[in-house]
């Protein structure tokens, strides 16, 4: 979870590889209007958000039937990710992070992605960072590609105790 930008994608569809998981990119579950309305700079509101919420968790519902899934969705709110763990039931957070320069610099060198640099500090607005007893962990991704992607193995090795 975390702002767009910050790596979500291509360190959750690494985990969903390294620990055999199905991947699920929570991009391309956003309606027609919600993409459109993104890539038009306009934010999406709670009640854009909730639908599309809403067909992640039966997606996940669905796929963990095979096994472990690992998601990347910005999941901004805290009351977005008590959706999750409602609805999905054993649900572990990896919060991505990073200071909004870095961030600006990881949107402005990828190419063909919908969410505009525009929408940056709307997101940064929106987001409520995981507090203490959400049991969260928390991953600063301005350390190289690989210490992240390694980190977020250990951990979620450790939490559905995985063998290495």
Excluded at 31 to 53: F, H, I, V, Y
Excluded at 70 to 75: G, L, N, P, R
Aim: with cysteine; proline share 4%.
């Amino acid at each position: 979870m975390g702002v767009s930008g910050v790596g979500k994608s291509t360190i959750a569809s690494s985990l969903a590889a390294r620990i055999d998981a199905q991947f699920i990119e929570a991009d391309d579950y956003h309606s027609s209007e919600n993409r459109t309305a993104m890539e038009q700079g306009n934010p999406l509101d709670d009640k854009m958000r909730l639908p599309w919420l809403l067909s992640l968790c039966s997606a996940a519902e669905t796929a963990r039937d095979g096994g472990h899934v690992v998601m990347a969705c910005s999941a901004l709110k805290r009351q977005y990710r008590d959706l999750f763990r409602t609805h999905i039931g054993h649900v572990q957070f990896v919060y991505l992070h990073a200071c909004r320069e870095a961030i600006a610099r990881r949107m402005s060198e990828r190419s063909g992605h919908f969410m505009p640099l525009s929408l940056l500090d709307t997101q940064i607005a929106v987001l409520e960072p995981p507090t203490s007893d959400e049991g969260v962990i928390a991953i600063d991704v301005t350390a190289p590609k690989s210490e992240i992607e390694n980190e977020v193995e250990e951990s979620a090795r450790k939490i559905l105790c995985l063998e290495t």
